[in-house]
């Protein structure tokens, strides 16, 4: 993983002087100078460079002053570090392009795409390539120094995050997604627990049980409890990630095409597992749980199939139509843990849930449902704030009446061709407990194949969400 050791906020100018190059903003109305006007425009995403014996410089595009908006300082940095990347350069110096009329988000923002833009995944190259590190930033000049460190803390966590999912299904195994809540919970005084196979199947999570049992790669139920909060008696925030390592479809086997796509399918729980290694680091006063419920989902002798009927950890009884949607019937087990022994103040999941996502909104935006406006109202103010774009769908009682079956409580699919996402908020909806409020986000179009970002590698993950996550819980 190649991404900066060491993020510097001072104006030590000899730094600047043995820096490999220095980076400066140039605002589309606020350029006084003609030579650098010759060269650069300032909107966002332009750059111009002039190197001469004495230093190398490096002019980026932040767009019109007055109009300039945290993203855009987001992708501004993004597209520096692009250019850092691609030269192999191994420190740059950075003047802070904010001023006094900008408030701290500007600042975490801006220290957000200088992190996130210098990540990118060499951890398997056994050649130069694997070899390349950037070793230093150093911001110059007036910059919030709090508000910096915060983004490169909340950004260094998304990199956490996009790591875990980059990873083959060999490495990131629910064995190591395990580990490293372990390994995140003792930096973070947070109690982890994790419960084996014949633990979870013993305490009544048939529905996680069905999916697991196909696979020899043992599974995990993975619980992390940060009490941050004055009291440990406030409700705490639950935070719920589908830890599908590795989707085969099951006996409802997927097309081959792609199919190495589907390491990406325990995107959700990468979320989670980011949220709380920043959590550990920011030490919110709040209380925070996260739950993820991971395996592979396999085909073979013992394969679940499709027309069992599994029961849930709330004694629901599903009918299963295709072993493919399998995301929600481990994810069901962990909501209905979730309201039964920590009744959350409220409960978020996340999770590549449905390609109907994708067909909906592309690589661009984040579906979100659920039962309560002013949860959903919260989380649309969080992605004002992180530039990571939700919209909601429906979840009116008439899709949840098409995930109820003629044989059991309710059935892992809809009407045939029709509402898939929302289908699939449908089916969870019938695990969350009574007055809990809670939203669904479908990531299975932001999590990996997002373009347009210059902070995002579009051939990786991309570790969305959880700076709107961070957000919304006040971290």
Not at 273 to 287: H, I, Q, S, W
Request: net charge negative.
């Amino acid at each position: 993983m190649a991404h900066i050791k060491k993020l510097k906020y001072d104006i030590d100018m000899n730094d600047v002087k043995n820096s490999d190059i220095l980076a400066v903003g140039v605002y589309e109305d606020k350029n006084d100078s003609e030579l650098v006007k010759s060269q650069i425009k300032g909107k966002v995403g332009e750059l111009a460079y002039d190197f001469n014996d004495d230093q190398k410089t490096l002019y980026f595009g932040l767009g019109k002053f007055d109009n300039v908006t945290p993203e855009d300082l987001r992708r501004a940095a993004g597209t520096v570090m692009t250019f850092v990347i691609s030269n192999k350069y191994s420190s740059i110096s950075v003047q802070c392009p904010i001023s006094d009329n900008h408030d701290n988000y500007f600042c975490q923002a801006f220290s957000e795409g200088l992190v996130l833009g210098s990540y990118r995944f060499l951890d398997f190259f056994t050649d130069e390539r694997g070899e390349y590190h950037l070793e230093k930033i150093t911001m110059v000049g007036k910059c919030c120094t709090d508000a910096s460190k915060k983004g490169a803390t909340v950004a260094n966590a998304v990199c956490k995050a996009r790591n875990l999912a980059n990873n083959p299904p060999n490495v990131s195994t629910p064995s190591r997604l395990a580990e490293f809540a372990q390994e995140v919970g003792k930096k973070g005084d947070m109690k982890v627990t994790v419960f084996d196979r014949e633990e979870f199947t013993k305490m009544g999570m048939g529905a996680f049980a069905g999916v697991a049992q196909g696979t020899n790669e043992p599974p995990k139920f993975i619980i992390m409890e940060y009490f941050g909060a004055e009291s440990k008696d406030e409700k705490p925030v639950v935070l719920v990630g589908k830890g599908l390592t590795f989707d085969t479809g099951g006996i409802s086997l997927k097309p081959g095409a792609k199919m190495d796509e589907m390491k990406f399918d325990m995107c959700g729980s990468a979320i989670v597992f980011g949220t709380m290694n920043a959590v550990a680091e920011l030490r919110p006063k709040k209380n925070i749980v996260a739950i993820v419920p991971s395996t592979h989902n396999m085909l073979g002798g013992s394969a679940f199939l499709p027309g069992d009927i599994l029961t849930a950890y709330n004694g629901k009884t599903i009918e299963i139509l295709n072993t493919d949607a399998e995301g929600r019937l481990i994810l069901a087990d962990a909501l209905a843990y979730a309201s039964k022994h920590y009744d959350p103040a409220f409960m978020v999941d996340f999770a590549t849930l449905t390609g109907a996502c994708v067909v909906t909104f592309g690589h661009i935006a984040t579906a979100i449902l659920g039962n309560n406006p002013k949860l959903i109202e919260s989380i649309q103010e969080s992605s004002k704030n992180t530039g990571e774009l939700v919209w909601e769908l429906p979840l009116w009682d008439e899709y949840c009446d098409q995930v109820k079956s003629n044989i059991s409580d309710v059935k892992n699919l809809g009407s045939p061709g029709q509402a898939g996402t929302i289908a699939g908020a449908a089916f969870l909806k019938a695990f969350v407990g009574k007055d809990i409020p809670w939203t669904h986000f479908d990531v299975a179009g932001t999590s990996w194949g997002v373009e347009n970002r210059s902070y995002i590698q579009k051939d990786g993950a991309s570790g969305q969400v959880v700076r709107l996550v961070l957000d919304l819980i006040g971290a």
